[in-house]
């Protein structure tokens, strides 16, 4: 079998699932948990785990990638209605899109029915996508993304500073949030390079009014850093790891 029929099968077999890693908001009302980003997994038969970074490649080679999209999308907005129903009545889902998503001119109308059977809210719904997916397709995200945002849809801009966008296309982009990328997470508190990149990505969200989120933050050095120099939204092992929908639902303040 080739791994694109596996990933086929896998859908019908209900071999994916997915974990919830917490972001959390630093700003002026103390530390709670923002949001949720949604991470896929693929279990296989015989109970090896397999990375998306292995799979998804792959499943962008086909339309496969649209279906296992909305199998993410329609579970992650069931998952946040059980999640606010069960002590997170503010909690959003970011959920990670793959070129193909964005550039469908159907997506906006499609999640908007999604939303509302779910009886969630959009503003409540995060869609993740890289820069570099971003830049490779203006012409055809673009349009889908003011649709989304005029929705009430929020979008984030994924992998941040890698180098794909021009400031003067940045500045007309209808995004929500920049997420700067874990590669200049990395270097703190060591790399000047990376510092002063750091630094100028979060001066340049607080000049356009976009509000900046630092991911894959691991250390108390790189989480001091960061807010020292102002980054409320954090993401990170170091606050916590991508965990199942049980263990989120078991943590809630409200649960008892
Ligand atoms: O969770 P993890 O670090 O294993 O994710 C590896 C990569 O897979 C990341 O780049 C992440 O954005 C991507 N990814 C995780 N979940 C999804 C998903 O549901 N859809 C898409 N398109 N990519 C995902
Ligand atoms: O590309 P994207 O930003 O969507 O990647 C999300 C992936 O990053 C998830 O697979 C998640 O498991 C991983 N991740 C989340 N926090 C950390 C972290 O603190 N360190 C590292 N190395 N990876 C992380
Ligand atoms: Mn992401
Ligand atoms: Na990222």
């Known amino acids: 079998l080739t791994m694109e029929a ?26 709670r948990m923002a949001a949720v980003e949604a991470l896929i997994r693929w279990r296989r038969g015989n109970g090896e785990l397999v990375s998306p970074e292995v799979f998804i490649p792959i499943a962008e080679h086909s339309r496969l990638i649209l279906q296992i999209g909305r199998w993410v999308m329609e579970q ?11 002590g997170f009545p503010d909690l959003q889902v970011s959920i990670n899109l793959a070129a193909p998503d964005f550039v469908n001119a159907r997506l906006p109308s499609e999640l908007l029915a999604l939303t509302e059977a779910c009886g969630i809210a959009p503003q409540h ?17 673009v349009p889908v993304m003011t649709l989304l945002r005029q929705m009430g849809f929020k979008i984030s801009l994924d992998d941040f500073g890698m180098g794909h966008s021009s400031l003067s296309r940045l500045k007309e982009l209808p995004v929500s949030y920049l997420k700067i990328d874990r590669s200049f997470i990395r270097g703190i508190p060591h790399d000047r390079g990376d510092k002063a990149i750091i630094r100028t990505i979060l001066d ?13 933050v691991e250390t108390d050095a790189q989480f001091g850093f960061l807010r020292q120099f102002g980054c409320t939204l954090i993401q990170g092992f170091v606050l916590g790891r991508p965990k199942g929908l ?4 078991g943590a809630a303040p409200l649960s008892g």
């Open 6 to 31: 596996e990933l086929h099968h896998a859908l019908i077999k209900g071999e994916f699932f997915l974990e919830y890693q917490p972001l959390f908001d630093f700003g002026r009302s103390g530390q």
């Open 76 to 86: 992650a907005c069931r998952d946040l209605a059980r999640l606010q129903r069960g």
């Open 246 to 249: 049980q263990d989120l639902l």
């Open 125 to 141: 719904v995060c869609l993740e996508m890289t820069e570099g997916m971003v830049m490779k397709h203006p012409d055809k995200a």
């Open 204 to 216: 340049l969200g607080r000049h356009m009014g976009v509000p900046v989120i630092a991911e894959g």
